[in-house]
């Protein structure tokens, strides 16, 4: 079972558009949401990130909007550029499953494709 | 400061052999973790070194697969014998203290035939 879903899977965005790629998730155990950006041949790396007690966390032209009760939050990016393609993956933290171990992971999603044009 | 390392980039091999991954994590970082991320699919958690000491394998898939973490330092995961659904792209992340702020490294891409 997917404990983090995200959508859309590809966006295609117009220069100066705004982007939006929402996730959801059904646990309430997680605590931490972070969103990572991924260029090709790179690593995915730390965009942004939320926790729970905030509705809102703006850096520069990225967004996350958090909704608790909806169990929904989003990364809104305004005035897209070319220069933000990317996948974009949103994580989670804790898993709800106690392993038994350190538990540290981060639980992903799927990724969403970001295209935006010229 | 340098980032994340892995070794090798890409690696080809054939359905029974073995293929060993490297990750030299970020200076200083006591946290090392292993994700797999199969293609179209989320990025999926391996395990968790702390030092040189395994704290969590929940996600490692199978005996064929082991991790080590030489002196806490660097970190190898060896693929013995490769299967087809080992194919993607292996991630190493680093992180100072807790979960929180892991940094990635480029990945490798592994693909068995």
């Known amino acids: 079972q997917q404990q983090v879903k995200q959508s859309p899977q590809s966006l295609i965005v117009q220069k100066g558009g705004i982007s939006i790629i929402n996730c959801a998730y059904e646990n309430t155990a997680f605590d931490y949401f972070p969103w990572y950006q991924q260029f090709p041949g790179k690593g995915p790396a730390l965009l942004i990130a939320i926790r729970p007690d905030v509705s809102e966390k703006k850096e520069g032209r990225f967004t996350i909007s958090f909704n608790k009760s909806a169990k929904q939050f989003s990364l809104h990016i305004m005035d897209s550029q070319p220069g933000d393609s990317a996948t974009y993956f949103c994580?989670?933290?804790?898993?709800?499953?106690?392993?038994?171990?350190?538990?540290?992971?981060?639980?992903f999603g799927k990724g969403t494709l970001l295209t935006v044009n010229p | 400061e340098a980032g994340v390392t892995q070794f090798p980039s890409h690696s080809v091999i054939e359905k029974g052999q073995t293929v060993t991954l490297r990750c030299d994590p970020i200076?200083?970082?006591?946290?090392l973790y292993w994700y797999r991320r199969v293609m179209g699919k989320e990025i999926k958690f391996l395990l968790h070194?702390?030092?040189?000491?395994?704290?969590?394998e929940s996600g490692m898939p199978n005996n064929r697969f082991l991790a080590e973490r030489t002196g806490g330092t660097y970190s190898t995961l060896k693929v013995q014998p490769a299967e087809l659904e080992d194919s993607g792209v292996y991630f190493c992340?680093?992180?100072?203290?807790?979960?929180?702020?892991?940094?990635f490294g480029p990945g490798t891409r592994l693909t068995v035939t």
């Open positions: 994580a989670a933290w804790p898993e709800p499953e106690n392993s038994g171990g350190s538990n540290y992971k981060l639980t």
């Open positions: 200076s200083g970082h006591d946290n």
């Open positions: 992340a680093s992180s100072q203290e807790g979960p929180y702020e892991q940094y």
């Open positions: 070194f702390v030092k040189e000491s395994k704290q969590d």
